[in-house]
């Protein structure tokens, strides 16, 4: 079965590292994009078993209900939904409201991802967050009433300013929280963003290599404490909590993306549509070309598939390798294999190969060993 997702490209505001293609002051467009979401939905031929549904931004709380909504039965109309489909929504808490948690349960949004950061003001104004700790607590506490179980937060580390005490400060709030998962990042400072601009000219500095080593260890000895299962490199969740549309991704798995910049992937052909706001919406309406394609080469395929299944602690499975290409992995990679477990940076598992808990930390090296 397949997954969905729907780019819903608007934010409050604009953060100041954020390089995601999403727009701020724009909501006379929120009508339009939508009318064309639901006309490229309506296009839609290919498979329509789906299980899992994904809403993404952008922040999709600062769409008004009705448009979800009508986002959501247009996804209804199209696809075959699974029963228990997992349908989830990011949010940010200045744009949650209790009245609209409530409505996204009765419209059966089982899932909320809310994107708090840090639970640190300054830090948040540092990073031209619009909400507050208290915010952020309140809007958690508006999806937990509405009867919304299944709660994910972000966070970040490594950002200026924050100390490590500040960090185990954002983590052990956590064991007072309803979240079901958390996603916990390390700041990237994306090239041209208002961040990158001041950190090159030397007014920000981001933490070193020390300093995140120090969050890191903290981080996955704390988690594991608090019942939390490091499944992916970014990503814990409390038992039965793993994200099963992000697995996909992860998996190999087929996927398909709706809205300005969505990415699909059906096994074999990545596409991607305009990132443009106008060129998308005039696109839609005219019928017009919204997608770029990408055949994936053999090689370049297996060499995807291991750095993605290797962002998850289960690791590679040699069977489902050899299903997938008709090769074995030891043929393709058995050197690199052979150099990252004298490394110490990859362990073998029942099934294949996993990072090592030093690997984790060194995940973006092991990674680039596979590229060939
Ligand atoms: S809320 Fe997310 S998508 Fe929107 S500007 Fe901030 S980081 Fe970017």
Redesign the pocket.
């Known amino acids: 079965m397949i997954g969905i997702y729907i780019h819903i490209p608007f ?5 100041r ?4 293609p ?1 727009y ?1 002051g724009v909501s006379s467009y929120y009508e339009a994009y939508v009318e064309a979401v639901c006309r490229e939905l309506s296009a839609y031929t290919g498979d329509t078993r789906a299980d899992t549904v994904y809403f993404g ?3 999709p709380s600062v769409l008004p209900t009705a448009l979800l909504e009508k986002l959501l039965h247009t996804v209804q109309q199209v696809f075959s939904l699974a029963p228990a489909t997992e349908i989830t929504a990011e949010a ?1 808490p200045e744009s949650l409201r209790r009245e609209q948690c409530e409505k996204w349960a009765a419209l059966g949004i089982n899932r909320v991802s809310l ?1 708090v950061q840090t639970f640190h003001d300054a830090l948040l104004q540092s990073l ?3 909400h507050t700790a208290a915010q952020a607590y309140e809007a958690l506490q508006a999806v937990a009433a509405a009867g919304i179980t299944n709660i994910s937060l972000d966070l970040m580390y490594g950002l200026p300013g924050q100390t490590l005490q500040a960090f185990k400060e954002d983590i052990q709030t956590l064991s007072r929280l309803p979240v079901t998962h958390v996603s916990i990042y390390r700041l990237t400072v994306e090239e041209h963003t208002p961040l990158w601009h001041s950190v090159q000219a030397g007014k920000e500095r981001v933490a070193n290599a020390a300093e995140v080593e120090a969050m890191q260890q903290y981080l996955y000895g704390t988690m594991r404490q608090m019942g939390f299962e490091h499944y992916e490199i970014s990503a814990y969740a409390k038992p039965g909590y793993r994200a099963r549309h992000n697995c996909k991704y992860w998996r190999y798995e087929p996927y398909i993306g709706f809205g300005a910049a969505a990415h699909s992937f059906d096994g074999q052909t990545r596409r991607c549509n305009v990132r443009s706001l106008p060129q998308y919406i005039r696109s839609c309406t005219t019928s017009g070309r919204i997608q770029e394609e990408t055949r994936i080469a053999a090689a370049r395929a297996m060499e995807d598939y291991c750095f993605l299944a290797l962002r998850m602690r289960d690791g590679i499975d040699y069977d489902d390798f050899f299903q997938r290409f008709q090769v074995s992995f030891g043929s393709q990679f058995g050197r690199t294999e052979r150099r990252l477990y004298e490394q110490g940076l990859l362990q073998r598992t029942e099934k294949g190969c996993a990072l090592t808990p030093l690997g984790l930390a060194y995940g973006n090296y092991v990674f680039s060993r596979f590229l060939r």
């Open positions: 934010c409050t505001g604009k953060c590292y954020c390089d995601f999403s701020s931004g952008g922040t940010n994107g031209g967050r619009l």
